[in-house]
């Protein structure tokens, strides 16, 4: 593949990426509290002593409205 698909392929990605974390309800100024609590937009699901995760990541979403609130990590089976 060539340098210029390359480089505009990375620029897709990180404009989706950037587009699905503005799209976040982590990131509304309504919902100030998940912050509060001591959300991210990337969290760890895994706790074991300490918060850590290395596997898949999936969208926690709202059941009312069924928006995203945040990216959250977890470790999946071996």
Known sequence: MNTFLRQGRGKIAA??????????????????FLKELGLKENNSGVFHGKWAA??????????????????VSYNGPK
Not at 15 to 32: E, F, G, H, T, V
């Open 54 to 71: 290395s596997g898949q990541v999936v969208q926690s979403y709202a059941p009312a409205s069924n928006s995203p609130i945040a990216n």
């Open 15 to 32: 404009w989706q990426q950037y587009r699905m974390a503005s799209q976040l309800l982590i990131n509304d100024s309504k919902y100030a």
